[in-house]
């Protein structure tokens, strides 16, 4: 986008009436057009004033955050992180560049990504609006005809596969391209709760898919008929039904595996994936219940239903079998393999789920007692589970989520919750991965808080009992790959307190028990930067201007390397620092040499035009994952390396403080 074609308005086209509610700069939308900001999607077209003069804009500081936080999903069925008004302030939002997209980058008060609005297109309009849920991108809309109106509506990462279009832009999606068997038994559930037969009728198989199915004249003219009469029978069904009501929720998917019809079975012509007996499970009013779905039939990237939903009741059997396969269906009792999940643990899911809703819905001072209660949902679920695999998927959910909660403050209880968890653990048969995945978890969350809350004086007590554990960690679990983590948080902190060797052992361990991780990695880059000392010191990289930089150029002068981040306030502190220096050995040319690890290279462009630091600045797309930041182990900033004259390398990991001293012998 280019800064000086934005204005500083917020267009929102509405296609029903043929006029365009403006919000503008200062305003919020108002009169008759005020309900279309949750219906139809519109360009968002911002100046670079609302950024104020900073790289990233507080709402305290820009009052427009706020109303970027406001903007919901078109689609009412999202689970994505809000924001309570009470920590909006404590949000930021940028403007930046993205893998070579520009648009607005929202995150929250610990820093987890909240919103991306992006312009795909490069004409200075919005026109892609992603939403994100702890950390990961589960929703996204998009316009793709660039009109100014939201047509492609996408749900990822957790929260499943969907991928549907709204062909008349009218904010309901017409036809799904994409979507799961699993998520068309969810749809079939919805669309009975609410009565809405356009809703079911999107799900079925239409006309023009069934030509294409390959199936001889008489197996297509009995699917049509099935299908057909499903699209009739809908509305009429639905509302003389009891068992769903507004209040029921899908729990699960229960099938048996899908079966492939062979091409030439029956005169077809294609093979055809199908699932017969399929069934939805769903509760309502705290009772589980379900709905025999039928047939599923694949059609490219999306499954379409072929028959009315029929509710099961307890006891009955359904003899007609499948449409492509003979086979029976019997209803699922607490416990069958058929259902993939137990009538227990279809309880706990929909409770974890109710639990889930109230924490994205600003929870305020009851977000502690949710957690604990989620926490509780989660200790049941790891003891329901049967399947080893689901097991471990519930046991690492907890870490993660109990962790997550304590360290941002909502739960506090949640690092003694980890530690009585660690011994409930010790006392079953677990898996002894998941029990390190649950172990290093609770090392690294009793650290941060105990880190909080301790005084000055016992700061260093903290740090050792830290460090203590890290290590006890990576003798009992020498194969786990948090070990790799662990191993490299025990370096580091050698070498912050001048146990060079130490840190090197260490390093050394990470990079050779495992050679292929991320933290092996850069436990390498590190080993390497700690034993750059007397060597050559060889570099090329791009300049932040996209301009190739060679350290050879600059031999004949002595050098110093400075790694930072706008994000980083101890490398503000040392560029102030280094720019004295430079001024007092200028005439024995002095260099400097800034290496920026900024997620974004946009960035560090907006803080060096209003911070003036006259000297050459790398950057290398990645941040902290980076090639530069893994080859030379950067784990933390600020970092510096000083090189002579001759280009080889006098000392790395110098303080700024040591500068003055080392470049003045340096010139003598």
């Not at 309900?35 to 709402?59: E, G, K, T």
């Not at 998520?183 to 669309?191: G, K, L, M, R």
């Not at 639990?355 to 949710?370: C, F, H, M, R």
């Not at 920026?596 to 960035?603: A, I, R, T």
Request: charged letters at 25%; a negative charge.
């Amino acid at each position: 986008m280019d800064c000086q074609q934005l204005d500083a308005t917020v267009r929102m086209k509405a296609r029903g009436n043929g006029r365009g509610a403006t919000i503008g700069a200062g305003g919020v939308p108002g009169g008759p057009s005020s309900h279309l900001a949750h219906r139809w999607r519109a360009a968002v077209v911002w100046s670079a004033s609302l950024l104020v003069s900073l790289p990233v804009a507080r709402a305290d500081a820009d009052p427009r955050l706020a109303k970027a936080l406001s903007y919901k999903p078109l689609q009412s069925d999202v689970r994505y992180e809000r924001v309570s008004d009470a920590d909006i302030e404590n949000c930021s939002i940028e403007e930046t560049t993205r893998q070579g997209v520009k648009g607005f980058w929202i995150t929250g008060p610990a820093g987890q990504p909240l919103r991306w609005f992006a312009d795909t297109n490069k004409d200075n309009r919005l026109d892609r609006w992603s939403y994100y849920n702890a950390g990961v991108e589960v929703y996204r809309e998009s316009d793709t005809d660039f009109n100014g109106t939201a047509d492609e509506f996408r749900w990822l990462s957790t929260e499943g596969t969907r991928r549907g279009i709204d062909a008349d832009e009218d904010g309901t999606i017409d036809r799904w391209e994409m979507i799961s068997a699993e998520e068309v038994t969810a749809e079939i559930v919805a669309a009975a709760a609410a009565r809405d037969p356009q809703r079911f009728a999107r799900l079925l198989l239409s006309d023009e898919e069934l030509d294409g199915l390959g199936l001889s004249d008489e197996q297509a003219d009995a699917l049509g008929r099935r299908v057909e009469a499903a699209r009739a029978g809908f509305e009429e069904w639905a509302k003389t039904q009891t068992g769903l009501t507004r209040s029921s929720r899908w729990t699960n998917f229960g099938a048996d595996k899908p079966g492939i019809v062979p091409a030439g079975t029956n005169g077809s012509t294609r093979d055809l994936m199908v699932y017969e007996n399929v069934v939805a499970l769903f509760e309502d009013g705290g009772q589980p219940k379900q709905l025999l779905v039928g047939t599923l039939v694949r059609v490219g990237d999306a499954w379409r239903a072929v028959e009315l939903p029929r509710l099961v009741t307890e006891g009955a059997t359904i003899e007609d079998g499948g449409m492509f396969f003979a086979a029976s269906f019997s209803p699922r009792g607490d416990v069958s393999s058929g259902t993939g999940l137990s009538g227990t643990l279809e309880r706990l899911v929909a409770q974890l789920q109710e639990i889930d809703e109230k924490l994205l819905s600003n929870p305020g001072e009851q977000a502690g007692s949710l957690h604990a209660r989620r926490a509780d949902v989660l200790e049941k679920l790891v003891s329901a589970a049967e399947d080893p695999t689901e097991r471990s998927m519930w046991i690492r959910q907890f870490a993660d989520t109990v962790s997550a909660a304590a360290q941002t403050g909502e739960y506090p209880e949640g690092a003694d919750r980890l530690r009585d968890f660690v011994k409930k653990l010790a006392g079953v048969r677990v898996d002894e991965n998941d029990m390190a995945y649950v172990v290093f978890r609770t090392i690294e969350t009793d650290y941060r808080m105990k880190s909080l809350a301790a005084k000055e004086d016992e700061i260093d007590d903290v740090q050792k009992a830290y460090l203590a554990s890290l290590e006890a960690f990576t003798k009992r679990f020498p194969d786990s790959p948090d070990t790799a983590e662990a191993m490299v948080q025990i370096a580091l902190s050698a070498e912050f307190a001048g146990e060079v060797d130490k840190a090197k052992q260490w390093y050394d361990k990470a990079r050779q028990a495992f050679p292929q991780t991320i933290p092996g990695k850069k436990a390498a880059g590190a080993l390497r930067r700690l034993q750059l000392e007397g060597q050559p010191f060889q570099l090329t990289a791009k300049t932040l201007d996209g301009r190739t930089f060679r350290s050879s150029a600059y031999t004949g002068s002595p050098v110093i390397y400075h790694c930072w981040a706008t994000w980083c306030d101890g490398c503000k502190a040392e560029m102030r620092a280094l720019k004295q220096l430079q001024a007092k050995y200028a005439k024995q040319g002095l260099r400097i040499v800034g290496i920026n690890f900024d997620s974004s290279p946009e960035l560090a462009r907006q803080f060096l035009q209003q911070n003036s630091y006259p000297w050459v600045h790398l950057f290398d797309e990645g941040g902290f994952e980076s090639d530069l930041a893994i080859g030379y182990g950067i784990l933390t900033l600020p970092v510096n390396f000083v090189v002579d004259a001759r280009g080889r390398v006098v000392k790395t990991g110098v303080h700024w403080t040591e500068l003055d001293e080392l470049i003045g012998k340096l010139v003598q």
